[in-house]
């Protein structure tokens, strides 16, 4: 009787609670008991309710998926018979990929609560069998599948077992080479872990937080994209392209970083090495570990004359060693040839700016030449530049030669694979008039 009661009251309570308040009287101090027990009766209906919905859109969509399979099966043995195979790996890549989904899918919708060990084992050989047969799109789709289901993201662990904390889905061995990933993703937390990424693009994405770790990302482009506190630890990040990067925090410690590009990159409290700094390509607007600006990259070998006239080819006459600067006269001449052929090839730009800059002593009698030669060696170029007329200057300095600071800046052709530059320290009557440079260097700026 009192049931009755509740489950009418419960049923007005849920329907029409604005138009009874003159029943709220008789019922008081029923009205917790009359509530809780109306949710219960209501979840109970709900329950049910969702559970039919699902198998019912479930059934759907084996169906659907089951007649467009036939129906891909019917086409694919057409378009094959038309010889037109490349519609066919199309829909053969298709009917596979939305199985795929299907087939995870039922494994999350069908699972307990906790993922346990079996789910993660079907779930990683379908993954990796799966992106063996899959084109580059589809690859990056199944990818960012796995993403937005939160199995690939670090610290979910919807797995229930021990493998899964280690690895989270193990994609080992898995390749992933020349997937384009790019966009305005959010990725973070993405593991990637000894995943084969060769020639992979991950530019304007937020991959914060993410494992790579003995990944393979062998010329791998990053730029523009958000990357604190991502796990680089015993990666391969040879040619990789850091250009406008936030690298804040990120591990480095093992990474193999042979020509990496580091332009307007921010590795500050990062763990990367000078030693690694030291391989790269390009250094260029970068902020170290410690948060001070690195050197820019230049390109000339012994700028500074530190290391002697070693590595500059003496056309003509003397040039003399003093302190940490070249002296010449009487039109001697020192030339040094870059060769910027793996900037080129690396960086993929076919022409790119370059700077030279140096302080000088005696600048009025100074003349550089600025010379481009392509693969074969051939001038297509000659720059003469006879007034160097510089900007700052330091005249107050008494013990030794005052400096004045001088740069240059040009775009190069595209054929252009080295560049000889030429310094001709001019004739004076005068001995006392000292011609002097130090301080060289030569920078690529890609912008
Ligand atoms: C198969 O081909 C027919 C006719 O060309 C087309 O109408 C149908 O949409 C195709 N089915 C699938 C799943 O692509
Ligand atoms: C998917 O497309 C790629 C590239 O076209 C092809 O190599 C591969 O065989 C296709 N997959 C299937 C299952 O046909
Ligand atoms: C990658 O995809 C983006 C956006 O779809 C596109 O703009 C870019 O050119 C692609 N990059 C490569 C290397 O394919
Ligand atoms: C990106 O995703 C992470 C984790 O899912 C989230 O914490 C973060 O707020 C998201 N960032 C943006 C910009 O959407
Ligand atoms: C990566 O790209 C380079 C140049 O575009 C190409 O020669 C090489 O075969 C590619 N490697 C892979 C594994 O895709
Ligand atoms: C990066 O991953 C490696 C294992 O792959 C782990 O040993 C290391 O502690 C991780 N680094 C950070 C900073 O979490
Ligand atoms: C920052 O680190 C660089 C490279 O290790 C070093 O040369 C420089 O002196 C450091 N600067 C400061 C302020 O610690
Ligand atoms: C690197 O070069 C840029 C452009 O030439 C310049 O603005 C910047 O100050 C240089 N950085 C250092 C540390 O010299
Ligand atoms: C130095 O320059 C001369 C003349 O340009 C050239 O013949 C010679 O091979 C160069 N030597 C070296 C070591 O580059
Ligand atoms: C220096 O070179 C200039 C221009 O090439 C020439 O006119 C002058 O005679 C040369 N002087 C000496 C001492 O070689
Ligand atoms: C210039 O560099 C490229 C790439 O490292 C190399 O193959 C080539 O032999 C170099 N050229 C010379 C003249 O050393
Ligand atoms: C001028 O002197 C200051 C301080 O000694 C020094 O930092 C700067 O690099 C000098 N500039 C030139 C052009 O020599």
């Not at 008991?33 to 049910?48: Q, T, V, W, Y």
């Not at 693009?201 to 482009?221: E, G, H, K, R, V």
């Not at 793996?342 to 010379?371: R, T, W």
């Amino acid at each position: 009787m009192h049931t009755k009661q509740v489950i009418d009251q419960s049923d007005k309570y849920v329907q029409t609670i604005p138009n009874e308040p003159s029943k709220h009287e008789p019922w008081h101090g029923f009205n917790d008991f009359s509530f809780k027990n109306g949710l219960e009766m209501l979840f109970a209906f709900l329950i049910p309710a969702v559970i039919a919905i699902v198998a019912i859109f479930i059934q759907k969509n084996d169906m659907d998926i089951g007649r467009k399979n036939r129906e891909n099966d019917l086409n694919i043995s057409q378009l094959q018979r038309d010889s037109d195979e490349q519609q066919a790996r199309y829909l053969a890549n298709e009917t596979v990929f939305s199985n795929y989904v299907k087939n995870i899918g039922d494994i999350i919708l069908y699972s307990p609560v906790r993922f346990g060990a079996q789910q993660y084992i079907v779930t990683r050989a379908l993954t990796s069998t799966i992106l063996r047969q899959l084109d580059l799109d589809r690859k990056r789709l199944v990818i960012q599948f796995l993403y937005d289901t939160t199995i690939l993201q670090r610290n979910t662990n919807i797995f229930d077992t021990p493998h899964a904390n280690e690895n989270h889905i193990n994609l080992e061995g898995v390749v992933l080479d020349q997937v384009n990933f790019s966009g305005i993703l959010n990725l973070s937390t993405i593991m990637l872990r000894s995943v084969s990424l060769v020639n992979a693009t991950f530019s304007n994405s937020n991959l914060d937080a993410s494992d790579f770790s003995n990944s393979n990302l062998d010329a791998s482009d990053f730029s523009n994209s958000k990357l604190i506190g991502v796990n680089f630890s015993n990666t391969k990040l040879s040619r990789v392209k850091f250009v406008n990067v936030e690298l804040q925090k990120s591990d480095f410690t093992g990474a193999s970083v042979e020509n990496i590009q580091l332009i307007r990159a921010n590795l500050s409290q990062s763990t990367i090495t000078n030693e690694q700094i030291s391989q790269a390509l390009f250094v260029y607007n970068t902020i170290l570990p410690n948060g001070t600006y690195a050197r820019n990259k230049t390109f000339i070998k012994n700028g500074d004359s530190k290391q002697g006239l070693n590595q500059w080819n003496i056309t003509s006459g003397i040039i003399e060693v003093k302190d940490s600067y070249f002296m010449g006269k009487n039109n001697s001449t020192m030339i040094q040839r870059i060769n910027i052929t793996d900037a080129k090839l690396y960086s993929s730009y076919p022409s790119f700016i370059y700077c030279l800059s140096f302080l000088v002593h005696g600048q009025e009698n100074l003349m550089i030449q600025i010379i481009q030669l392509n693969q074969k060696r051939v001038i297509i170029d000659v720059n003469n530049i006879n007034q160097i007329i510089s900007s700052s200057c330091n005249r107050t300095s008494s013990s030794s030669l005052d400096f004045c600071y001088w740069s240059y800046c040009k775009a190069s052709i595209d054929e252009t694979d080295y560049i000889d530059l030429k310094f001709i320290f001019g004739y004076t009557n005068d001995p006392t008039n000292i011609i002097a440079v130090k301080d060289i260097e030569f920078i690529i700026t890609i912008d």
